[in-house]
């Protein structure tokens, strides 16, 4: 039987496994949260954001688990990390996650949560070998973005960066940003997509920063009030 819980102790031997399930499963690991940072991280707030995670476990082994980050301000969620091992997948374990970190949002915040932010990497942007690197870990990016669509994310219609972690530094240019609305929506505000990703920049950017490179995403809109959201699996061929 499938359980899944949430990871409330620090010292949870279930925080080590999950780090382990993202080193299998993910094809740059090395762009994901490490485990020995997540047990600081579950002991109190990161500046304004909440910190949670959540496990799938089978026979007492952690099969699959979701990383995200709770937003007061904006009442809205991040998503670092959803995967679950590829012995599990077409179980309904991911959607099993998603539904439970819905409910973990609305009671971590208090309120309905709006929705859910996650940014992942771009089916046509990758390089050769990057797309090597994701069949040797038996992932493919369009199918990872058409699970992402069942689950009801979209594409939020706008050039998105990840500010920095790039070459040299630099913005890293790869990843798009999807969006799953509470209930099915055709747009999302642009208040609600600049005050989240500030919110989740500024732990590791510094307030201003983070409001720097949150209003440079929002003025990409063109002065519209809200962003389009878009098939998730658009660039991937059918």
Same mark, same amino acid.
């Not at 995670?53 to 688990?65: S, T």
């Not at 539904?99 to 208090?110: Q, T, W, Y």
């Given at each position: 039987m499938i359980t899944i819980r949430a990871i409330t102790d620090p010292g949870d031997a279930a925080i080590e496994a999950f780090g382990r399930l993202q080193q299998s499963v993910y094809f740059a690991p090395e762009t994901?949260?490490?485990?020995?940072?997540? *047990?600081?991280?579950?002991?109190? *707030?990161? #500046? /304004?954001?909440?910190? %949670?995670?959540?496990? +799938? /476990?089978?026979?007492?082994? !952690?099969? #699959? #688990?979701?990383? @995200?980050?709770? @937003?007061?301000?904006?009442?809205?969620g991040f998503s670092s990390f959803l995967g679950v091992s590829r012995e599990h997948r077409g179980q309904g374990v991911a959607r099993r996650?998603? %539904?439970?970190? @819905? /409910? +973990?949002? =609305?009671?971590?915040?208090?309120?309905?949560?709006?929705?859910?932010?996650? =940014? !992942? %990497?771009? *089916?046509?942007?990758?390089?050769?070998? /990057?797309? #090597?690197r994701e069949r040797a870990v038996g992932s493919d990016p369009c199918d990872r973005r058409r699970a992402f669509q069942a689950l009801g994310f979209r594409q939020v219609g706008v050039r998105y960066e990840q500010p920095v972690g790039g070459p040299g530094g630099g913005p890293v240019t790869i990843l798009d940003l999807l969006y799953c609305p509470r209930e099915p929506a055709e747009s999302v505000p642009i208040e609600l997509v600049v005050g989240t990703m500030r919110e989740y920049w500024s732990p590791w950017l510094g307030d201003a920063r983070a409001a720097r490179y949150a209003t440079e995403l929002g003025r990409r809109a063109l002065n519209n009030s809200s962003m389009a959201l878009l098939a998730a699996d658009a660039d991937c061929v059918r």
């Open positions: 994901l949260i490490p485990a020995q940072y997540i *047990p600081a991280m579950l002991s109190g *707030p990161t #500046g /304004e954001r909440l910190n %949670v995670l959540l496990v +799938a /476990e089978w026979e007492g082994r !952690v099969i #699959g #688990g979701t990383l @995200f980050h709770a @937003f007061h301000a904006t009442k809205t996650l998603h %539904v439970a970190r @819905f /409910e +973990a949002l =609305d009671r971590v915040l208090g309120a309905s949560a709006e929705g859910v932010f996650i =940014d !992942v %990497v771009s *089916p046509v942007r990758l390089s050769a070998a /990057e797309l #090597g």
